[in-house]
Structures are given as structure tokens and as C-alpha cells.
């Protein structure tokens, strides 16, 4: 190949030459040498680049579509997830409690709460000992859980009790790893007190999280414990939680409590015995409306895109994908969003969303209002975060436009005029070459000609001179 090029190279400087000295034809054998293979392969590369050009557009067409949903799906996605358009709870009192949503189920009114005693965990401190370095013994350290009431103890047998394996030599601080190691519910540490130092257990939450700790080997019996046991200090008994909720009492195992009013999770926080506090709901209604509109806006600049993308002799005029995504909109407000639903709120439809004969979206505000007016759970429970909703049904849109597994959709398009434009450079590259190979050879053969015409030239000068001699001699 080199060899070539420099071959070529030389017979072109070499017929320049030639036709500046005023020898051979006289014509600029390499520009026609050019100009002949371009012309030869003119047409080709213009129905190359049209194409490549057409690709191009389809691309950026079919993109911008795609760049279009995502920011859409997006958008609502965080807005939904925001909380900001359910009806959230809130407690009066936050030092008493904390309150979200638990489900998608949207519940209303108010509540009152009535806080009397926050679960606990039981936790013991053990007999003190001289460091955390002390050696304790070796053995087996059993945990047995159940209920701890006064000096009794009601083992809950549905529970295994965890053996705990003491090695010799172990310590304190040995101890307390290997009980956080056995994961069994009950965290141990190691703290320096004015009287020494002592291994502290804390349980779960709830009456039912109450333990005792039995030493299977003499050498550990100072870390034994039982009701009524002289060994360690009992510093908390485990308990449930009980509080009012609209003057009923209610027991929880834990201060997390998702069963005492429908849809709320409440952490509790603090007592309030004798001044109950309010769970309430905000309003998301002037939220939605505004939110319904801006998701109107955002659809119509999707299907806009769509409508000049698809229109006759447009870029993705004949695109399947760009056709199933706009079907896929013009069914959007008749479609049930809400299978499960009890009230009028079932549709996008039923939230104002107004399909006109363009394929564009308008807000119908007064059937908004009258949904909201007649099942206002039922709206806000659209915008949770859940399987169904406004959200999942805009998120299924996208995914399936955006997917390449499926032929009809947008990304299995932008994928195939991809996989196009790279065939398509590869013939390019391929005529180039091709192109290049004719004018090398027509070079060459120009070159070789222009040598010939040069040197009969040469000799009929060189006769034409011989013969004026002659007969200037005669």
C-alpha cells in the first residue's frame, strides 16, 4: 500500500512537472485523473449521504421524544414521591409522636392520641468486674427469652434459646462480641462504671423481649442472671406501649405502631398522659389542580413532538414507535388507573384530563373539582407512590416507548437507525477506498501517456530541427 502511494505520488509530481515545462499534451492529467473519479462515483456518494442525513434526523427526532418522556415520567415521579400531593399526616404535638403514610390507602378526618407509657427493652448491667481485660470463665451462656414480671419469669417457649460458647480465657470485652456475633436480639457492650467494669445487655422492644441469662459452667455464674438474682442489676424491664387513640386504649410491642389508625405509621415519641394531642391530614387539593395542569403542559410538549415527527413526509412519519407511543397517549385518559377503586376516582379522565381532536391535552377544571369534591381520598390516593396511580401509568408509558426488546416501541427505532448509520459509514468508508483506487490507476495510466506524448514530442522537435539544418546546408 505504501508503495503505491509513493508510486503515485511520484508519477503525479512528475506529470506536473511535465505540463509546467510546457511538454506532453499539455493538460493537467492529475486534476482529470480527479475530476474523472469523482465523477464516477458522484451519484453513489450523494445517495450515501442522503441517507446518513436522513438517519441523522430520524435520530434526533426520535431522541428528542424519548428526552421528552423521561423528563416527564421523571418529574412526576419525584413529585409523587415528595408526599406533597397526599394527604399527609401531622401530630399537633410532634415532641409526642411522628406520623407518615404507611400504604397507598389515603385516610381523612382526625384523630386524637394519648400517649401513657412508650415501649421499652429490658436491659441489665452485670457484677462489675476489675477491667474490661478480666477474664470471666469458659463455657456456655444461655439466652432464653419471654416475660419478666417482678421475680418471675414466663419463658416464651416458641422461642429457641441461643447458646452462647465461652472459650477459655476470654474477657469481658470478649463477651460482649460474642453475643452481638450470635445476632439473637439482644446487644451487649462493654462500660468502665465507678464500680468497676460491667457488660451491659439491652433487648427489643415489647413485654415479650424480656431474657434471662443462665451460666452453664460455675466459672461464669457472675454473669448469670434470673429474677430475684443477686447477680447484676436489672436497669429497665421490657414493656409495650400503650396509648388512646379517640379515647380507646390500644397496646403496641414497639413504639412503631402501624395498625392504630388506617394508612398512618406513628413512632412514638414521649408521654402526653392526660393531654391528648391531634393526628390531622393536610389538604393536597390546590396542590393536585396545579400539578394536573403542569402535567397537562408536559404532555402536550411530548405529543406536539410527536404530532411534527409524525406528520406526512416527516422524519418519523412511517416510525412503528413513534405511533405507539402516540396511541399509547390518546388512550391515556380513559384508561383505569385505579382498578381497586371504590369511588368515582378511577381515571385520568375522572382528574380533568381532556383529550382534543389534534391529539393534544386540555384540563377540564370543573370535573376536576367535582372528583375532588366527591371522593377527595380517592384523587390523592392516585398520586401515592404505588403499583397504580397517575405515576405507575405514566412510568409503564415510558418504559415501554424507551424499551428495546419490543419492535414497536421508540427505542427499538432509535436503535435500528443507529445499527444503520454504522452500516452506512462502513459503506462509505468502503467507496472511498474504492474511489481512491480509480484515480490512483488513472494517475498512473494518465502519467504513463503524458511520458509517452512528452518524449514523441521531443523527437519530432529534434527531427524538425535535423531537417531545417539540411536544407539550410542545400
Do not use: C
Amino acid at each position: 500500500m505504501t508503495t503505491t502511494t509513493s508510486s503515485t505520488s511520484s508519477a503525479t509530481t512528475t506529470t506536473s512537472l511535465v505540463t509546467a515545462l510546457g511538454g506532453g499534451s499539455g493538460v493537467d492529467m492529475t486534476a482529470l485523473a480527479n475530476n474523472l473519479a469523482n465523477a464516477q462515483f458522484a451519484s453513489r456518494n450523494d445517495r450515501l449521504t442522503a441517507k446518513s442525513d436522513k438517519l441523522d434526523a430520524q435520530i434526533s427526532a426520535a431522541s428528542n421524544i424519548k428526552s421528552l418522556m423521561l423528563g416527564l415520567d421523571t418529574s412526576l415521579g419525584t413529585l409523587v414521591r415528595s408526599g406533597s400531593l397526599a394527604r399527609t399526616p401531622s401530630v399537633a404535638n410532634a415532641a409526642v409522636a411522628g406520623a407518615t403514610l404507611s400504604g397507598a390507602s389515603q385516610p381523612g378526618g382526625s384523630y386524637s392520641l394519648e400517649v401513657t407509657r412508650l415501649a421499652s427493652g429490658q436491659q441489665l448491667a452485670s457484677t462489675p468486674y476489675a477491667s474490661t481485660t478480666s477474664a470471666v470463665g469458659s463455657g456456655t451462656l444461655s439466652l432464653k427469652f419471654g416475660t419478666v414480671s417482678g421475680g418471675s419469669f414466663a419463658q416464651d417457649t416458641s422461642r429457641t434459646a441461643v447458646d452462647i460458647t465461652i472459650p477459655a480465657g476470654a474477657t469481658l470485652a470478649d463477651v460482649a462480641g460474642l453475643i452481638n456475633g450470635a445476632d439473637a436480639g439482644v446487644s451487649a457492650y462493654v462500660t468502665t462504671t465507678v464500680d468497676g467494669a460491667q457488660l451491659v445487655l439491652k433487648g427489643a422492644e415489647g413485654a415479650a423481649n424480656g431474657f434471662v441469662l443462665e451460666a452453664g459452667d460455675p466459672s461464669l455464674a457472675a454473669l448469670a442472671w434470673a429474677p430475684g438474682s443477686s447477680n447484676g442489676q436489672l436497669m429497665s424491664t421490657a414493656g409495650d406501649a400503650a396509648f388512646k387513640v379517640d379515647g380507646l386504649s390500644m397496646t403496641a410491642k414497639s413504639n412503631t405502631v402501624t395498625d392504630a389508625i388506617p394508612g398512618v405509621k406513628l413512632q412514638l415519641a414521649a408521654t402526653n398522659t392526660g393531654a391528648p394531642t391531634t393526628v390531622s391530614f393536610s389538604d393536597p387539593t390546590s396542590a393536585i389542580a396545579t400539578s394536573m395542569q403542569d402535567f397537562v403542559d408536559a404532555l402536550n410538549e411530548v405529543v406536539s413532538a410527536l404530532n411534527s415527527a409524525t406528520s406526512l413526509g416527516a422524519d418519523l412519519a412511517n416510525d412503528p414507535g413513534a405511533r405507539a407511543l402516540k396511541r399509547s397517549l390518546s388512550s391515556l385518559g380513559g384508561t383505569t388507573i385505579m382498578p381497586n377503586a371504590t369511588g368515582p376516582a378511577k381515571t385520568l379522565a375522572d382528574l380533568g384530563l381532556k383529550i382534543q381532536r389534534d391529539g393534544t391535552f386540555t384540563l377540564d377544571t370543573s370535573r376536576l373539582s367535582a372528583t375532588q369534591s366527591a371522593d377527595p381520598k380517592g384523587v390523592a390516593a392516585m398520586f401515592t407512590n404505588g403499583v397504580h396511580g397517575v405515576f405507575a401509568t405514566v412510568d409503564k408509558i415510558y418504559r415501554s416507548a424507551t424499551s428495546t426488546s419490543d419492535a414497536y416501541s421508540l427505542g427499538s427505532s432509535i436503535a435500528g437507525y443507529t445499527k444503520k448509520k454504522t452500516s452506512l459509514a462502513t459503506e462509505k468508508t468502503d467507496l472511498a477506498e474504492q474511489q481512491e483506487k480509480l484515480r490512483a490507476r488513472l494517475v498512473s495510466q494518465y502519467t504513463a501517456s503524458e511520458t509517452r506524448i512528452g518524449t514523441s514530442k521531443s523527437t519530432l522537435a529534434m527531427l524538425t530541427n535535423q531537417i531545417a539544418q539540411w536544407n539550410k546546408s542545400s
